[in-house]
């Protein structure tokens, strides 16, 4: 009881207050009041004037497409599935609805085991598709792409009335389909003279953001920065609009959207965005989908010419976009797949793969430090279509670094083309993942160390507990237990904090770093890295537990082969010295999820013992 109390605390009370107010709000029945369920407008919204410009591979969106037409739609950027034309939208995959029209998003299930986890109801609801028709329609003039693009949207207007059903449960997959609509609107040209019935569209859903935007507040996460950028976005839009389009009592709504929007996107910088750019969710992913809305919310202020924000604003979003730059390989573009990973990718742009963090790192780059972060290439799509010349040809440099106050050390050895990233618990937020002390290790840009995923926010056992687990980390594990205690399915208590934090320091052409924590139950574990060129050692110390402790190294797929305590694959050599008698070494299957929604096995080595000791792990790339 204890642990909650102390964690709760941590949480904030104004925070718990607000939570508990929507829910008491939601049981009462006050939101089936307050936003009743109504119809909009059954009307095309996009009139497809002729617009005379497209970027990138034509063949690559037409395909795309395409594919949306016959059926073919991705969950998740990994997973095709067949579905009906128009798809059913409040069904999953396998056809189980998750609530009818009218029935009220407040009164749908949180977690409806039937349904299983409704982000896979929610995922075509957030209109990626609709970006792709209306690239493939700018790049062919095919009336068939915006046909079906105004089709589409009638039949989900129709199927999703106002306030009824699942896609209107969360205010933040509201903003997200709002931002998506805005954003295919100045595609298609249609931004500055829309139809009414966008008009309508647009406003229906800040009205059902809007009530609820101190419960998104409360969350301390993306929720309220995706919600507060919907309502600002939305708000200067709907303002510059012409009287005939937005009557009087609807501009002052558009007015207040857009202050509070603005008031909370500087309130969100201030609070979730530490000065080294480490956002609070401690994900990647993450805070990619952080700079990707702040980057929405600075491009629409500049093309209406709203002013600028404050200058902490601009530096903060410099420093997460210098941050998500570390995190990201330059020659491939993918990232270390640390904490909580839903596979959002918003406002895609460019014929590039989600594991492609690039595009993210120039846009924000380019709106942000007013220069690009990479030279030329696909991952520049975004800046052609939203208009954006950045001829400063300055790149970002990326170096060894620690970013304390997010908790996270970068090291890099350029002669060997060697780079590690380490996690430690350095929690000002609520941590989602057990990952203390996890590397993830990189050389010639594979991953060979790597972190486990998130797979499903609602699936069974052990699935749910397996991968916010320490066991899905390459870190040491005591007593078959997780660093932290788990209170509930996204909470974990007992924040631990950090011990011996060292800075980098550099000796005799290797660098070196260490961390140690204590948990809970008295257990310590401290690592200690030494990067050269060529080599990297892991030593590792730990005591006080009771049974036993395991220390993972979680590794790319491969013919790994393990001869007595030796590692090996095509040139990596793992080797295991130990101060203490091993109780075991083994290579086991474990598993993975580079996207949500999927696990693929991997294999592991499990290095145990039941005594206090020291374990020294060698990496030698030949």
Known sequence: MLNKINTYRKLGIVNLADVLFYRLKKKAGLYQKQMPVSFLPVKPLFRGDCVNRAFGDKCAIQQQADELLSGKFTFFSCQTVQLPVPPKWRCTPEGVEAGNATTHWSAILDFNPEVGDIKRVWELSRFDWLLVLARAF??????????????????????????????????????????????????????????????????????????????????????????????????????????????????????????????????????????????????????????DTYSMVEFWRKQLSEPAFSCTFYQKLKAATEWLCMMTQPATGDAPNLGANDGARLFVLSDTDYRDFRPSVQLASALFNKHRAYPPGAWDQSLSWLGIDVKDTHYLVRFSNCFDQGGYCFLSDLASDTELYLRYPRFRFRPNQADLLHLDLWHQGKNIIRDGGSFSYNTGEPWQSYFPGTASHSTVQ????????????????????????????????????????????????????????????????????????VLRWRLMPGNWSLDDNQLSLDGIRLTINSHSTLTRIELITGFESRHYGEKTPLPVLEVEVNTCSTIETIFVFE
Request: hydrophobic fraction near 40%; aromatic fraction near 12%.
């Open 138 to 291: 700018c790049h062919t003039q095919e009336t068939r792409y915006l046909d079906a693009l105004n089709h589409w949207l009638i039949d989900w207007c129709r199927e999703n009335p106002v306030n009824g059903g699942p896609n209107w449960k969360c205010g933040q997959e509201a903003s997200i389909r709002v931002m998506q609509t805005l954003l295919a609107a100045f595609i298609l040209g249609e931004h500055s003279e829309p139809k009414s019935v966008m008009v309508d569209f647009v406003l229906a859903h800040c009205h059902r953001i809007a009530p609820t935007l101190a419960y998104a507040m409360a969350q301390d996460n993306n929720h309220g920065t995706s919600e507060a950028a919907a309502l600002f976005i939305a708000g200067i839009w709907l303002q510059q609009l012409p009287i005939t389009l937005v009557k009087a009592e609807d501009r002052l709504d558009a007015e207040h959207f857009a202050k509070v929007g603005r008031r909370w996107l500087e309130n969100r910088v201030n609070k979730l965005i530490e000065n080294d750019g480490s956002f609070s969710q401690y994900s990647v992913n993450y805070h990619r989908v952080m700079l």
């Open 478 to 549: 005591f007593d078959n237990r997780d660093q932290m205690p788990k209170v509930s399915r996204f909470l974990f208590s007992d924040w631990s904090e950090p011990f011996k934090v060292s800075s980098i320091t550099y000796e005799r052409g290797t660098q070196v770093w260490s961390c140690g924590y204590r948990d809970a139950w008295g257990a310590e574990h401290y690592r200690k890295v030494t990067l050269g060129s060529g080599c990297l050692i892991v030593t590792d110390k730990i005591k006080g537990f009771n049974e036993n402790a």
